[in-house]
């Protein structure tokens, strides 16, 4: 099993930043691939970004403007927020996959953490 811990999240005006952490602990792994998704009310859940394999992958509404960050010393993947903007505003969940070709596709991850709101405000 592995745990998944989101932190980072709260509130910041648009044009502002904020970096969220998720930090591993339990069966963790090099090998496994960790992602964030978002999910805004009335939405799906939304591919943001993923580090597999020393490779980073984006979705295209968060390219140039997020980074993707992996620690695996200190099993911690973090995610720094750039010129937020209040289509943002979602629940941000990381996750684990050993699906490592599949990183943008939410139904290959096998475990996933409780989530942290951010809400940017106009």
């Known amino acids: 099993q592995v745990q998944l811990v989101e932190s980072g999240g709260g509130l910041v005006q648009a044009g502002g930043s904020l970096t969220l952490s998720c930090a591993a602990s339990g069966r963790t792994s090099s090998r496994f691939a960790v992602g964030w998704f978002r999910q805004a009310p009335g939405k799906e859940r939304e591919f943001v970004a993923a580090t597999s394999r020393g490779n980073e992958y984006y979705g295209d509404s968060v390219k140039g403007r997020f980074i993707i960050s992996r620690d695996n010393a200190k099993r911690t993947v973090s995610l720094e927020m750039n010129d937020l903007e209040p289509e943002d505003t979602a629940v941000y969940y990381c996750?684990?996959?050993?699906?490592?070709?599949?990183?943008?596709?939410?139904?290959?991850?096998?475990?996933w953490g409780q989530g942290t709101q951010v809400t940017v405000s106009t």
């Open positions: 996750g684990a996959t050993l699906d490592y070709l599949r990183v943008n596709n939410a139904s290959t991850y096998n475990y």
